[in-house]
């Protein structure tokens, strides 16, 4: 129950017509104990109290999915997906590196495939990006293409508007050796999950990547004129990352990836460019709002991870992605 | 082997690493006996001549899947998909009507539902729109959202470069007076599968659609500045079509569509307007291309549908739609 599992919990509170929460989890010993209601920011308390381990949380209790929001990678979070296998349960998950891990560790997801087929559940990882922005969405752009020799995938965002935690991981405000620095020393990671995106787009093509190659965070310097006076950044220090990654197919850049996220950025989009027979030219603008957006897919996914077979599975493999908002 | 159907053997010819042509089927005499590469328009021989029926095609053949593209009226098309069923094909069509053949005609479809899965073979419609456009894409763009209030959806096409059936099924080049007496009688039938589209979207997000109101066609009136001479229309007459329908969910209008197709239409473009938390709004432009559109659907959904439980599925059924470009 970080900020996006709070927000998890939030919207499922709001959906007791098919979601009924059970327990909450989190290694906070701040939190252990309280009730989930108050830790997750609402005013009224909902009778059931965070658990320092997904084991206490059940203790008595029955459930089905596991809505995990808790790493961005996959080594940190395998015994946390591997508890909840052992539980029975299925898992939709916000790590990005979840959202392909052959990629990441091919191993590793191997492991998790076999230990999730012999308990019968199903594994997910999704969320805005990766998850849909530069993977799931250019992936269903190409379906009425009869060739496709490239695509560009742009994704833009201006950070003025974000968390706090979000732009501090994009460096913003420091000088440029601060934040070269910061890189070299793994504090910024930049975007994690753009070799992810490049690898799931490829697979779901069936096309077959030679190279996978993520570029290392870069600064995007501020011109001092963001109009915003509260997140403004001085000219001359970092307002953001620019990040880049491509995907070598048949010995060619097929795939191309932009991911932008500075303060002042002017206009916010999600651009891609299928260059194919025919050309499919698709902008979202602005582009798809990150928090909303990785919640909004953790939870319009979890009743088709739970009527998916058995494995861990990517989004190429899941039935056709929508919101998922029942009539009463 | 019409035009789309040609142009789908055309493609199909070209995948030979994935895809074996057996057979093609036309009930026009003028085709039947003649060599498959001749009637599709190729400049060589396949070694196939085009057979009258499906029976005939499949003596001493074995096959996997028909690619069906006859007619956009569900009633019309049963017999032959119930034909290739009994045979233990599965069925990709391109027949309007059949991309949600629930809203079409229910009994029908779930008389086919019952006769796939008892011989064990997935049926499939799909195509540019319905299949993609107009249901499909705005489906997938839901999928980011925690709520949503009202779609949007417009597919705006230039007449002007079209087939010239397709022309003609606008009626471009007629006056008021003949569209609307064309209209009565059935002989412009506007664009098949705006309701499709609509029950489609609506079943992705399993809201529960109380009515849908599909409009009739209207003419588009000619300003007479088109600037391409071949195809330009006299001002005053008519330069194509707009047709409307809406889908009231809980009372009120959550879907709308727009479909417009006339000579000289400026900008072509698929836009889709999410009204929700967040808001999406994509813009593809110009809009895909019908015709590459279809026969792209068509192919690329076969590997899928092949691996698909047997029923009468739709696509929001199917996993993720892409293309299908295996490498070598």
Redesign the interface.
């Known amino acids: 129950v970080g900020a996006i599992g709070s927000m998890v919990v939030r919207?499922a509170l709001e959906r007791s017509y098919w979601v009924e929460l059970v327990g909450a989890v989190d290694s906070d010993p701040a939190k252990v104990g309280r009730d989930v209601g108050d830790v997750v920011g609402l005013r009224k308390e909902v009778g059931l109290t965070v658990s320092a381990t997904l084991d206490e949380a059940l203790e008595g209790r029955e459930a089905d999915l596991v809505v995990h929001t808790t790493s961005s990678f996959l080594e940190k979070v395998t015994p946390e997906l591997e508890r909840a296998a052992e539980h029975g349960l299925d898992v939709v998950s916000s790590c990005e590196q979840l959202s392909f891990p052959y990629y990441t560790n091919p191993t590793l997801a191997e492991r998790l495939d076999l230990l999730a087929k012999r308990e019968g559940v199903t594994i997910l990882g999704t969320g805005?990006n990766p998850g849909?922005?530069m993977d799931?969405?250019p992936?269903?752009?190409?379906?009425?293409?009869?060739?496709?020799r490239a695509i560009n995938v742009t994704r833009k965002m201006d950070a003025s508007n974000r968390r706090v935690p979000f732009r501090r991981k994009l460096g913003v405000g420091m000088n440029v050796e601060e934040f070269r620095e910061a890189v070299r020393n793994g504090k910024i990671t930049g975007h994690v999950g753009l070799g992810e995106s490049v690898s799931l787009l490829a697979s779901?093509?069936?096309?077959?990547l030679e190279e996978v190659r993520v570029g290392e965070a870069q600064p995007v310097i501020s011109l001092g004129k963001a109009r915003d006076l509260r997140t403004a950044v001085e000219a001359g220090r970092v307002a953001g990352v620019k990040q880049t990654a491509v995907g070598v197919?048949?010995g060619r850049q097929a795939i191309s990836h932009t991911f932008l996220a500075y303060v002042g950025a002017r206009e916010e989009y999600d651009l891609v460019e299928v260059d194919?027979?025919?050309k499919?030219?698709?902008?979202?603008?602005p582009c798809?709002?990150g928090d909303?957006?990785?919640?909004?897919?953790l939870?319009?996914?979890a009743p088709k991870v739970l009527a998916s077979p058995p494995g861990l599975l990517t989004?190429?493999?899941?039935?056709?992605?929508?919101?998922?908002?029942?009539?009463?």
Chains 1, 2 share one sequence.
Not at 139 to 148: D, H, I, K, S
Not at 204 to 208: E, P, R
């Open positions: 919207h805005i849909f922005a799931v969405l992936a269903v752009l190409t379906a009425p293409c009869l060739n496709v779901a093509l069936s096309w077959k197919v048949e194919g027979l025919p499919v030219i698709s902008k979202i603008s798809v709002h909303f957006g990785t919640v909004a897919m939870l319009n996914m989004m190429k493999d899941m039935v056709l992605p929508s919101a998922f908002l029942p009539s009463l």
